[in-house]
């Protein structure tokens, strides 16, 4: 696992709010696949290690990872990024957001749940936790008979501007 600092400045903002600044630990790519059985090739290892260390401040686009995982080896093309972007995905390693931007972007899997605020005019993403957002997921799982197994949370927003 790497030790991955936060990349959400969301300050408790109110009593009722339980948002705060965290720390998350990232499951290593490479690692992930080989412990499932995938064969990892030359090009699979620095394309886990590209998307690996992008997850840690971002989640980069397939571009973005062709472009970092080609400065390591020219001879990756970005065909081999998407075949193994969508093996990595298919084996759990990798999750894929749709941010409402028309680009598919990735992320290392976490051992942490989080959620997402995406600010629709700039594209900063903060990740997020909130229990009581959490606790009343469950109980509208419960109430209409259910047991919440997963969920994704993805919020938009526009930034409050501050009047001087």
Same mark, same amino acid.
């Given at each position: 696992m790497?030790?991955?600092p936060?990349?959400s400045t969301? @300050?408790?903002s109110? =009593?009722?709010?339980d948002?705060?600044?965290?720390?998350?630990?990232?499951?290593? +790519?490479?690692?992930?696949?080989?412990? $499932? /059985?995938?064969?990892m090739?030359?090009?699979? !290892?620095?394309?886990?290690? +590209?998307?690996?260390e992008?997850?840690? &401040?971002?989640?980069?686009?397939? &571009?973005?990872i062709?472009? !970092? =995982?080609n400065?390591q080896?020219k001879n990756?093309?970005?065909?081999t990024v998407?075949?193994? +972007?969508?093996?990595?995905?298919e084996? /759990?390693?990798?999750?894929?957001h749709?941010?409402?931007?028309?680009?598919?972007r990735?992320? =290392?899997?976490?051992d942490?749940?989080h959620?997402?605020?995406? @600010?629709?005019?700039t /594209?900063?993403?903060?990740?997020f936790?909130?229990?009581?957002?959490e606790?009343?997921?469950?109980?509208?799982?419960?109430?209409l008979g259910? !047991?919440l197994?997963?969920?994704?949370?993805?919020l938009y /927003?526009i930034k409050i501007k $501050? &009047? !001087?």
């Amino acid at each position: 696992m790497i030790r991955r600092p936060p990349r959400s400045t969301l @300050d408790r903002s109110s =009593a009722a709010s339980d948002v705060y600044k965290r720390q998350v630990y990232m499951i290593d +790519v490479k690692k992930m696949c080989r412990d $499932k /059985g995938l064969r990892m090739t030359e090009q699979r !290892n620095i394309i886990a290690d +590209v998307i690996t260390e992008m997850s840690a &401040n971002g989640h980069p686009d397939v &571009n973005e990872i062709f472009l !970092n =995982a080609n400065e390591q080896d020219k001879n990756i093309s970005i065909a081999t990024v998407y075949r193994t +972007v969508k093996l990595f995905e298919e084996y /759990g390693a990798i999750e894929k957001h749709e941010f409402k931007d028309g680009r598919s972007r990735y992320e =290392a899997i976490e051992d942490h749940h989080h959620d997402h605020l995406i @600010d629709i005019e700039t /594209g900063e993403i903060h990740e997020f936790t909130n229990e009581e957002i959490e606790e009343i997921q469950r109980s509208v799982a419960k109430s209409l008979g259910y !047991n919440l197994v997963d969920h994704r949370l993805e919020l938009y /927003g526009i930034k409050i501007k $501050k &009047n !001087n």
